[in-house]
């Protein structure tokens, strides 16, 4: 992906993606001078996290709606709608970080509480956003057919970890046997001793980018055009396996990975 070649195509998401890597850079050196905890991590790891799967996110969509790019109206408001709902996001857990508190699942005080449910709604406006994106991929568009079923499954699959988000809201917790925190994994804080149900939901959200690389990968092959999509419909399913696995796991209380 060519970062200049992306501020051409979407100025919009093109500067929030950069917005968020530039507050990654400066997460990293206030990690480094800050010797308080959340759930037992450095409390500025996990806005860390997001800003960096923030930047990804909106960067690949940013490339995505140049294809769709005739629809001006509604590429626009996708743009601007997902740019203010990332930012508030970041902007919520950063703030929350800052304070010394969970940012998600934290209703202690109504401040908190306040927190946590205005980043529930722009969360839900952003799923909402993306389902008309994948409405637009929906339509007639010229492009290789394994790279465009490709950019659907990866639009479908994102919307279901979304909902699987929703689920983990319902629960009142990611850990599944035990309270949020504990020993985890490195950086990605995924327990170790406990189901976590944040693995599936990383799976879900990064098929954005898997399912469509391995689309455009398959439409270089010298396959038919229908070869191509079979493989990447046959990619789709096993990619719903490995998340049905993963939730599984978690819903069972086991870990991914014990260290």
Not at 39 to 56: E, V, Y
Not at 112 to 133: C, E, P, Q, S
Not at 245 to 254: E, H, I, N, S
């Amino acid at each position: 992906m060519n970062l200049r070649e992306l501020c051409r195509r979407n100025p919009i998401l093109a500067i929030t993606g950069w917005i968020n890597c530039a507050l990654a850079a400066v997460l990293i050196v206030a990690a480094l001078f800050d010797s308080r905890t959340i759930l037992g991590i450095n409390p500025w790891i996990k806005p860390m996290k997001f800003s960096i799967s923030i930047a990804i996110y909106v960067w690949t969509l940013a490339w995505y709606l140049h294809y769709v790019a005739r629809r001006r109206r509604a590429v626009a408001i996708v743009s601007w709608g997902v740019a203010i709902c990332m930012l508030a996001e970041i902007a919520g857990i950063t703030l929350q970080s800052a304070r010394g508190v969970p940012s998600h699942f934290n209703v202690a005080t109504p401040a908190d509480a306040a927190i946590f449910t205005g980043m529930g709604i722009v969360i839900g406006i952003n799923t909402v956003l993306v389902f008309r994106v994948l409405l637009l991929f929906l339509s007639n568009l010229e492009l290789p057919s394994a790279y465009l079923w490709g950019i659907r499954f990866g639009l479908l699959i994102f919307l279901l970890a979304s909902a699987e988000g929703v689920f983990m809201v319902i629960h009142g917790s990611h850990t599944v046997g035990a309270p949020d925190g504990g020993p985890g994994l490195p950086f990605v804080n995924w327990s170790t001793q406990h189901g976590d149900l944040r693995a599936v939901h990383f799976a879900g959200m990064h098929a954005l980018q898997l399912l469509p690389l391995a689309g455009y990968w398959l439409g270089r092959t010298q396959l038919s055009q229908r070869a191509q999509t079979s493989w990447v419909a046959a990619f789709l399913f096993l990619y719903l396996g490995v998340m049905a696995w993963l939730f599984g796991m978690a819903w069972q209380g086991r870990p991914l990975l014990t260290v």
